[in-house]
């Protein structure tokens, strides 16, 4: 199954089973909401995927790859899941390497960050929607 399929069709159940652990005051008012759903994950992409994880590309190349990641995915994972530290719990924080690195496969098979942007808004948005309707 292709991977971006597999990533979609992973994610609703994945809210579900989260939405109760997220505070749903994270995402009040529509700044929050677009912030969390848009902008977030548009950045993120842009610096990680696009900046790091490119950079990286360049220096070390992405043809060695073990268990199937390439050490420029890893690392931008890693960098990815600690800047999240700044803002979640660790345990939350240490989670977010799966998703990136779901999100650097993306990136490097399709040669651009608009395939690992799209997903990760679309991860951000079914969280929030999952996070409201656990009200």
Same mark, same amino acid.
């Given at each position: ?14 809210w579900w089973a989260?939405?109760?652990? &997220?505070?749903?005051? *994270? ?8 912030? $969390? ?15 790091? @994880?490119?950079? !990286? !590309? ?27 530290? $700044?803002? @979640? ?5 240490? $989670?977010?390497? &799966? ?7 993306? *990136?490097?098979?399709?040669?651009? &960050? ?12 079914? !969280? ?8």
């Open positions: 199954m292709n991977l971006l399929l597999a990533a979609t069709l992973a994610a609703p159940p994945v989260l939405a109760p652990w &997220v505070a749903a005051d *994270r995402f009040t008012g529509a700044a929050a909401l677009l912030s $969390a759903a848009l902008l977030y994950p548009l950045l993120e992409e842009l610096s990680f995927r696009g900046l790091l @994880q490119g950079w !990286l !590309l360049d220096r070390l190349g992405g043809w060695h790859r073990y268990g199937g990641i390439s050490l420029p995915n890893l690392l931008t994972s890693l960098a990815f899941s600690g800047a999240h530290l $700044a803002t @979640q719990p660790v345990l939350w924080a240490a $989670a977010m390497v &799966v998703p990136s690195l779901v999100f650097g496969h993306l *990136r490097e098979r399709h040669g651009s &960050v608009l395939p690992p942007m799209a997903l990760h808004i679309y991860y951000n948005s079914g !969280l929030i929607l999952f996070v409201e309707l656990a009200q």
